[in-house]
T-cell receptor
């Protein structure tokens, strides 16, 4: 596609429910990143994929958070037993190469998650 | 990753140049300086990046000091639509991947 696509754009869920957020990266981009941005805050790194593997999961805030990527393309971020503090905009980005210092990341428009 | 320091906010008059500074005194030799911006309610947008030479594209210019310890992003003719949070980021080098570590950025307000 022309850009990074995320769905849904908005999600309201009840506390305790599980949610899945989807990211379609730019075609051919091998690197994929998930970030989280709480209201009025900066971007917080969550996880990085190179192909289908995730060499860096250091930003996942708890074991309720998990992510997978299949076929080196689409990624899904899953939050189990959602809590109100999970409310945030979840942003996905993709870039062309691993370790290449001069490639830029392209971001999607994000999924706004509200836990009520 | 090298850390960056930016002023929390700046103002600029429409049509004038906006000069956004960034300090990255601990940058290492193989790290690039990247600039992104985030307009309200949108995902971050790539602006420009550089290693040691000055760079220019259709959006902005990037001036990096000779010692690479600081840089300035220049928007030559700011418009109201340039109002955004601007992030200066030093990108991980060596065998690390290109994870972006965002700081608090500079809130640029362009006023009529």
């Amino acid at each position: 596609g022309a850009g990074v696509s995320q769905s849904p754009s908005n999600k309201v869920t009840e506390k305790g429910k599980d949610v899945e957020l989807r990211c379609d990266p730019i075609s051919g981009h091998t690197a994929l990143y998930w970030y989280r941005q709480s209201l009025g805050q900066g971007l917080e790194f969550l996880i990085y994929f190179q192909g289908n593997s995730a060499p860096d999961k250091s930003g996942l805030p708890s074991d309720r958070f998990s992510a997978e990527r299949t076929g080196g393309s689409v990624s899904t971020l899953t939050i189990q037993r959602t809590q109100q503090e999970d409310s945030a905009v979840y942003l996905c980005a993709s870039s062309l190469e691993l370790g290449a210092l001069n490639t830029e990341a392209f971001f999607g428009q994000g999924t706004r998650l509200t836990v009520v | 990753d090298a850390k960056t320091t930016q002023p929390p906010s700046m103002d600029c008059a429409e049509g004038r140049a906006a000069n956004l500074p960034c300090n990255h005194s601990t940058i290492s030799g193989n790290e690039y300086v990247y600039w992104y911006r985030q307009i309200h309610s949108q995902g971050p947008q790539y602006i420009i990046h550089g290693l040691k030479n000055n760079e220019t594209n259709e959006m902005a210019s990037l001036i990096i000091t000779e010692d690479r310890k600081s840089s300035t992003l220049i928007l030559p003719h700011a418009t109201l639509r340039d109002t955004a949070v601007y992030y200066c980021i030093v990108k991980a080098g060596g065998t690390s991947y290109g994870k972006l570590t965002f700081g608090q950025g500079t809130i640029l307000t362009v006023h009529p």
